[in-house]
Each structure stands twice: as C-alpha cells, then as structure tokens.
C-alpha cells in the first residue's frame, strides 16, 4: 500500500493544473480590455434558450445554436453598437430528434420556409455593464421589434482561437402568436422566456 503522503501529494499535483487555469481565466468584465471595430459572432459559443409553459405540468426548453453575425462595437461609444445576427431553424435542438422534426413542420416554424431567423439592431442604450438592446427580429416569415436586456460578460484573449474576443448574455420575451407561431395555445404558453449568451471574435 502507498503512504498516505505519497497518495496526498500525488492528488494535490493533479489539482494544480486545474486549479491554475481556473486562477487565469482570460475573460475579465472589464471594459478597458474591449478593443474596438467588428467582431463575428462565435457559434459555437453562442446559443438561444427558449423556454414554455408545456400543459401546465413543465417548463419545457430548447435551443438555437450554430448562428452568423456580426457585432460593431467602440468601448467609448456603446449606444453606437450595430448587432446583426442569425440563427438557422435547422439548428433547433430539443429533448428528442422526433418532436425536433415536429417542430420544424408547417404546424409550427415551418423550417423548409422560413430556414433562418435573424435579429437586427435599431437602438441601444447602454448603462454601465447592462444595455437594452432593440432590433427587428424576423421569424416564421414576421418581422417585430424586440428588446434584450443585455448584459457584458467579459473581454480578453482566447487562449485556443488567440482571437479578441467580447461576450455578452441577455433575457427577452415574447409572444410566440405573434409571429405565426400560436399553436397549441393556451395548453403551450404563448409567452416565451428568452436566454442569449453569445461570443464574438476580432
């Protein structure tokens, strides 16, 4: 049997690395370290939660990932910030790959009609780390204004990609009837909770 000190150092050895990257890690929430000019969303770390009431019996989720876009952005000027993003219906992600494609059906978003959904911006007002953010969202072919209410993560290097790179999250809601979208009504809730977390690269 190994001494209990050769077991102890050995697990303390194994720790360090990990405890040393968590020390280091590259995204501060400060704002001094965000560089201006356009950035590209990063999609593979960058998603949209949807949430519904489902029957009364569950809060149901999903997801949208894999978008486009890009982001313009000056640290000195936030409310001069142009947001362009776009999600593809294909993309859509739930608990199982048949009420996946049920989704996507004419019933509902209709994907092999309206493939994309995409957020414009049109106004933002920034407040320290938080900003609302308004844009045209179009979906299911309608086009409405929504408000996110964003707020800074953190700037810094990527370690892996080595690209600039600027994070953010936001809430929104909306009512999924007045995009086309209000089947199953009231027994699904027409409201829909809204979680952004999105990544852009210089």
């Known amino acids: 049997m190994k001494p209990l ?15 040393s990257f968590a020390q280091e890690t590259p995204g501060v929430k400060d704002a001094t370290r965000v560089a201006a000019g356009t950035y590209k969303v990063d999609p593979n770390h960058t998603q949209v939660v949807w949430s519904v009431d489902h029957m009364g019996f569950s809060t149901l989720y999903g997801a949208f990932g894999q978008p486009s876009g890009s982001l313009t952005l000056d640290p000195k000027a936030p409310g001069d910030a142009k947001l362009s993003i776009e999600f593809p219906i294909s993309g859509l992600t739930v608990t199982s790959e048949k009420f996946a494609a049920h989704l996507k059906t004419a019933e509902l978003f209709d994907a092999a009609k309206f493939p994309k959904a995409t957020f414009v911006s049109t106004k933002v007002e920034a407040s320290g780390d938080t900003a609302k953010i308004t844009g045209d969202l179009t979906l299911h072919g309608v086009t409405k204004p929504v408000t996110l209410d964003a707020t800074f993560h953190g700037a810094g290097a990527n370690p892996m990609s080595k690209a600039e790179t600027v994070g953010f999250s936001a809430t929104a809601k909306l009512k999924r ?16 909770d809204l979680k952004l977390t999105a990544a852009f690269e210089k």
């Open 5 to 19: 000190s050769f077991v102890l150092a050995a697990a303390l050895l194994a720790a360090a690395p990990v405890a």
């Open 177 to 192: 009837s007045e995009f086309g979208l209000g089947a199953f009504v009231p027994v699904v809730s027409d409201e829909v």
